[in-house]
């Protein structure tokens, strides 16, 4: 024993030599590949340029210098560890490769109980924290699989039971960006920690107390005079907390916190009369809303609202929802009562909004828009909405809709349309109806549409045209959501071109997505008749047209036909020399008896 002991003894004193030539094979076994090793003045050890990875993770680390073994051991037997046992880390950087999927979903179970995990983490450090010198990271960073910055950590320093981070996380507004966490974490004593948001002149103070069966978080966040304050306090046993508070007269919200897309059209927000309780699984809670959003080259419009609400974990009571702005209101008008299990309601419940679009700018609209929906019982489980929508006057850019009616139902994943009518620009000018469903669960389509416009309304965009008579026609709307198929037809209409005999048309066609179509149609006039089958098909920077079968009749002249396919196309993207160049025919040949015509 005696000669082990003088063995060990000589191999702690020489390490600093033999140390920086095996370490790399020894850091190879755990999975570190390590590219220098090197004994520092200091008898410190630097390690360069260190990497991991796994099928979960790859990490790679720029240095870790660490203290010599002797110097370490001789520290901690003295019981005060000094800068001669810092571990120093710098240019951390982790990339998680775990993949997109979402983790599964726990069971209460197997779900980490915060008074266990508290316990756990205290007995630790009580256990090795004695061990631990004082740490100091710095340039590190976490990535997702994609290479995203998920979080940058400029700074963390431990020495003695004292924490200091500074965090940058990625995506969130500037405001938020950059945040400071101190730390107390003596294993005995209550935790204390603070966060700064210093931008946005946040405060955050939390407390973290043990109790001898249980655990309490208090909290408090506070920007000035204003404050937030909540409490939770968890039982052995229990992931879920038995009493949560939360509660505040009120906090203003900096428009500055939120993401740039919301942001830039608040200019104030609060909330007020804040206050949360849990108790037991069971909750209550209200608040109030107050702000001024500001729209595109518009005064600032006042807005506001409230909520009131209770519940458990299978059952949701939304007793007060309401919302008011100068350009419309939305409101409750009767509780809703609803089963979270299934999305299902005990009662039946309406909302009532109605919104006068010429009173906002966010969009380049107006109209009245009045909507009722109305949430009942459902016998199968799952949502069970019915709604009504109604507006008139309706403008959109250069468009307009004298009259829209929407009515319909969502009975669990199935959205079904009852009637849907739309009235162009005057009640007169005709109307376009469609009726159906989607299950939202498969994204199948399976909708039938009927259109019967009025002349007057569609000689404008058809002039030197003129249609004589109503525009009539009917089909389907069925694929899926990502790749809708129409189908459909025209029925027979006239057109008048001036000095022309009046020309007769009609004409069927098919959708594969939005991009292709196929037409077969027919024109007649002056016993003359064109029969024409062709496919256009959009593509990156060009359409297609393909024109497969073309026949033209005349009892005065031979009958002409199209030999072979034929194809025309038009670039719309990129330059061109001038813009006949735009156009290619490729082709084209009619043939007929005794005569041809061809391009």
């Known amino acids: 024993m005696v000669y082990g002991l003088l063995a060990g003894s000589a191999l702690l004193v020489t390490s600093s030599w033999w140390l920086p030539w095996t370490l790399p094979s020894l850091l190879r076994v755990v999975g570190l590949e390590v590219r220098a090793v090197e004994r520092l003045e200091t008898g410190r050890l630097l390690l360069s340029d260190l990497s991991y990875a796994s099928d979960a993770v790859r990490g790679s680390l720029s240095s870790l210098e660490v203290p010599a073994p002797q110097q370490y051991l001789w520290e901690r037997w003295r019981g005060d560890f000094t800068r001669a046992s810092l571990l120093q880390v710098k240019g951390l950087s982790v990339q998680m490769l775990g993949g997109e999927a979402e983790p599964e979903a726990l069971e209460p179970a197997e ?86 948001a210093p931008a946005a002149g946040l405060d955050l103070q939390l407390l973290l107390q043990s109790r001898e ?46 993401p740039t897309e919301l942001g830039q059209y608040l200019e104030e927000a609060a ?33 506001s609202g409230a909520l009131k609400f209770s519940g458990d974990l299978e059952r949701l009571r939304v007793d007060v929802l309401r919302f008011f702005a100068d350009s419309g209101q939305l409101h409750l008008n009767q509780p809703l009562e609803i089963d979270l299990r299934d999305g299902s309601v005990s009662e039946r419940a309406a909302f009532q909004a109605n919104f006068d679009l010429s009173q906002q700018a966010f969009v380049p609209a107006t109209g009245q828009v009045d909507m009722r929906l109305s949430v009942v019982p459902s016998l199968t489980g799952g949502p069970n909405v019915r709604f009504d929508l109604s ?172 030999p072979a396919p034929a194809q025309f196309s038009y670039r719309f993207g990129g330059e061109a020399e001038f813009p006949e160049s735009r156009f290619v025919l490729e082709d084209f040949r009619l043939l007929g008896v005794d005569s041809a015509i061809e391009l």
């Open 391 to 562: 507006a008139v006057d309706l403008s959109y850019e250069t468009y307009a809709l004298a009259r829209v009616d929407l009515e319909g139902r969502l009975e669990g994943s199935l959205l079904t349309l009852d009637t849907a009518a739309l009235q162009p620009a005057s009640a007169d000018a005709g109307v376009v109806e469609l009726s159906g469903q989607t299950d939202l669960s498969t994204e199948v389509l399976d909708f039938k549409y009927k259109l019967a416009l009025a002349p007057d309304s569609l000689n404008a965009m058809l002039e030197p045209l003129v249609l004589s008579g109503a525009l009539n026609g009917q089909g389907v709307i069925v694929g899926d959501w990502d790749r809708p198929r129409l189908e459909g037809d025209f029925d027979s209409l006239t057109l008048q071109y001036p000095n022309l005999k009046p020309i007769t048309v009609s004409a069927n066609y098919q959708s594969e997505g939005w991009q292709q179509w196929s037409v077969d149609a027919s024109a007649a006039a002056g016993g003359a008749r064109i029969e024409a089958s062709l496919l256009t098909r959009a593509e990156q920077d060009r359409v297609l047209l393909e024109l497969s079968r073309l026949r033209w009749s005349d009892p005065v002249r031979p009958t002409l036909e199209l």
């Open 111 to 196: 779900r980490s109980e915060p008074f266990e995990v508290a316990r756990q983490v205290r007995e630790a450090l009580e256990a090795y924290g004695a061990w631990v010198p004082a740490l100091l990271l710095e340039d590190c960073s976490l990535r997702s699989a994609r290479g995203d910055l998920l979080l940058q950590l400029p700074m963390l320093r431990l020495r003695d039971w004292q924490l200091s981070v500074l965090l940058e996380p990625a995506g969130l507004p500037e405001a938020l960006d950059t945040l400071k966490l101190e730390a107390v974490l003596e294993p005995s004593e209550a935790w204390t920690a603070q966060v700064l």
């Open 271 to 303: 909330l007020s009369q804040l206050n949360i309780d849990w108790e037991q699984g069971a909750y209550t809670g209200a608040l109030k809303l107050q702000g001024a959003v500001v729209p595109p080259e518009r005064a600032s419009l006042p807005v």
């Open 213 to 258: 069966a249980g655990l309490e978080l208090n909290f408090e966040l506070s920007r000035a005079t204003e404050r937030v304050v909540g409490q939770l306090s968890f039982s052995a046993g229990t992931w879920l907390p038995l009493r949560a508070s939360l509660q505040s007269e009120r906090l203003s919200i900096d428009p500055a916190w939120l």
